[in-house]
């Protein structure tokens, strides 16, 4: 793969990744703004409206239409929270241009219109269309309404409120049903234009073959802004006494979730002993609390990254409950002092040298590995990473494992008529 | 070297191709070599899922009737073995390995970067060497047990299964994949033999492989592990079926948002290539009336009747049942079912929009282009044309030949609004 990295001009960065193995030409906008929860309903609302319509195609079946025309080229935006510092990705992927039946510029076209829908929108007198927001207030509505639909990322959602009490990370990302009823046309307008002023941006653009007109579209499309220092690293304190809350809701599975905290850590060595704990099918999570004990289909945990934060998550019965957490908190204990074999860590720097190496393999995992080391502020390469990995040893993990604190407790429990 | 067939299948504009082989233990195997990837995806698979509840063997006199739920109860049972779980063997090779079963299949699979050919013998090792005991039996039935309670906690499964069961008034597309907490309680190590020595038989089977792989190299494997097995004439009984749905209308209540609701179109089944066009065909028809882009739903989203979740799915085909659903979240679902069927009705008296005919058709080619871009799909595609009795890359050969006349002519004849049913879940409270 060839990689190339240029900075456009000042707070705007783009990288083209050559592949021509790939199929297909992929397009990557993030924008960072320091995270300020009163803004996440408005900006949230304003990302929406800006893939569905734009200027040039006022309406979401025009818009539809073209990307139809673009052979189903994809539009998608998301939002989402690293450390302090909050982030909307714009992507467009499309069929590779020799692909194209009558031998169109594919790509070009397709960065064309996510350019059209960013900086041309579906406004006037500097507010949203009052139609198109109108549907997508109702929209992002009906979704915070539907959070409850899934029952395990509802109950993630309801207990990062607690983990991250107090911090940014607790607040919804798509803002409250309030909130998001509170907007005005102008007011999400007035929001995106500040975002677009002061954002950060960062542009991947993963390909089969160079598209030389794309960096300068982008400077032009991007320059003079003003941006401000953004932490991508902000642990989460932990609280001096674990908080345990309980919520009831009519289901048949229980879900609970455990975060633990750690002040100081080396991520990759926190990452490990995340894997070892309950990140693979040969952790001590899924061989002793799932295989051995039969307590849950799924006992996991995961790492977020920036807030030295392990979270676990199960789906249990209610009589199993307090089993688990005990089974759960046993399992770290063997961490702690030591009661596991060097397989097992072997096995798991074997398991995350795998995924690594996957990495290269899709345009999305391309761009997630490159946005990764830009937060990381770390550009090793593949094999130093690995090489750093390599390194860890069970003394690491030992040392990781003692200084995790239980943060809190989140139980979704059954109805008492369930 | 042993006997075998290899032919090379093309996929159409020569871009892509992939070997099949016939292999001598009787087992299909398709490989595609992509050597510019540095993965590997591996699928061994069955055609066996929830569906195959009653069969027997050439010279058996009865018709064995098994418990819903138990493809997917062996599935889970095979990671065992004697010495120890599979997932400390595919531990020593760094591969992600998992499995799934479906209505009409189990598929087992691993993913890797390197030691691609010890991870290919454990799995080809432990899905030809099952090892089960009552007491790992009575252990798996709780974790069973929380995975179907997991499905009866998710809207959309159980939207989708009150519709089936709404549909189908005997044919075993019905039942729930992984059973009932009661049905699981049945199976023992003797039925789990049986099940598998009647559907783990390498010509009921399938080996699907793509990625950074040499297909000499994994014939090599092949021919030394794979246990050759005499064709044992399979014979499969599904009730019979009556065209019409047995109700047209359903509801459950349960903590969800926004009303969900889909409609969904029984249709005839079909097999092989004809199954192939029809249900190419059905899914242009359905995205042509019931896209974004067409300006109807464009009207219902403004009015607040839909929302973005609405649309077409994919049609839901297999052996002896085939339907396509309209689907979303409305708070007025009778409505919706209303304004489609008169969709429905309008198109079948006029025809409808041929640009967004083709249009729609431009869109499934990129979507097909796109799905070759990685190691899983094409691994994946090689395994569901085995299934389907399909040739790999076909779909898209003939989804070029398709013709708008054709299309109307399946919409008139095929898609029948008094042959459908409403499911709706809703949460308690809510009038609809």
Known sequence: MKKLAEQLCPGVQFMSMIEPKFKTSNLFIIMMLPAEPEKYAALSLAKNILLNSCAKYPSVSAMSEKMQDLYGASVSSSVGIIGNTWQVDFSASVISDRYALEGEKLCLETADLLLECLLHPNAENHAFNQTAFCTEQQEMLDNIESEINNKRSYAMKRAKEIIFQGEVNAYPIYGSREEVLALTPEQVYAAYQELLQKAQILIYYVGTEAVPELPEMFRKAFSGRTVQDLAFYAPSPCKSESAMIKEKLDVRQCQLIMAFKISETEQEVLRLCSLMFGGAPFSLLFSNVREKMSLCYYCSSMVLYGKNTMLVSSGVSPENIEKTRLAILDQLELLKTGQFDEKLLTDAKRYLINALRLSGDTPSSCITEEFECFIRKDHAGLEERIAICEKITKEDIIRTACALKQDSIYILEQEDNA | ?432
């Open chain 2, 1 to 432: 070297m042993k006997k075998r067939i290899i032919e090379t299948i093309t996929a159409p504009g020569g871009g892509q191709n992939c070997q099949h082989i016939k292999h001598a233990s009787g087992l299909d195997i398709y490989i595609m070599e992509m050597p510019d990837y540095h993965s590997a995806y591996a699928l061994f698979g069955t055609k066996y899922g929830s569906v195959n509840t009653m069969f027997r063997l050439n010279g058996e006199e009865d018709f064995a009737q098994v418990p819903e739920g138990i493809a997917h109860f062996l599935e889970h049972k095979l990671f065992e073995n004697e010495d120890c779980g599979t997932f400390e063997k595919y531990a020593a090779t760094g591969a992600i390995a998992n499995a799934y079963t479906s209505f009409d299949r189990t598929a087992y699979l691993f993913m890797c970067s390197e030691n691609f050919a010890p991870s290919l013998e454990i799995l080809l090792d432990f899905v030809q060497h099952p090892y089960f005991t009552q007491e790992t039996v009575d252990k798996e039935q709780g974790i069973i047990a929380q995975e179907i309670r997991m499905n009866q906690d998710e809207p959309g499964w159980k939207l989708f299964f009150n519709s089936l069961k709404s549909m189908y008034h005997h044919h075993p597309v019905r039942i729930d994949i992984a059973g009932t907490e009661e049905s699981i309680s049945q199976i023992n190590a003797d039925l789990l033999y049986r099940c598998y020595h009647t559907f783990y038989n390498l010509h009921n089977m399938v080996l699907s492989i793509a990625g950074n792989v040499h297909t000499e190299e994994i014939l090599e494997i092949c021919d030394r592990l794979l246990i050759p097995a005499k064709d044992q004439k399979l014979e499969e009984v599904f009730p019979e079926e009556p065209y019409e749905v047995l109700q047209h209308e359903c509801e459950a209540i349960a903590p969800v948002g926004v009303p969900m609701f889909s409609i969904d179109f029984k249709l005839k089944p079909k097999t092989g290539a004809e199954q192939l066009r029809a249900e190419l065909l059905c899914q242009l028809v359905m995205d042509t009336l019931f896209s974004m882009s067409s300006p109807i739903c464009q009207s219902w989203l403004e009015e607040g009747l839909i929302n973005f979740s609405f649309g077409a799915d994919a049609p839901f085909t297999g052996n002896g049942y085939f339907s396509v659903g309209v689907g979303g979240e409305s708070r007025n679902p009778r409505e919706v079912r209303e304004r489609v069927f008169h969709v429905l009705q309008e198109a079948k008296k006029n025809g409808f929009d041929q640009k967004a005919f083709e249009r729609t058709r431009r869109e499934r080619y990129g979507t097909m282009i796109r799905s070759m871009n990685s190691v899983e799909s094409n691994a994946s595609m090689m395994l569901d044309c085995y299934m389907c009795k399909i040739l790999p890359f076909s779909p898209i050969a003939v989804l070029s030949e398709l013709t708008y006349e054709e299309a109307y002519q399946f919409l008139c004849e095929e898609i029948d609004i008094d042959n459908s049913v409403l499911s709706v879940v809703h949460a308690e409270g809510d009038s609809l």
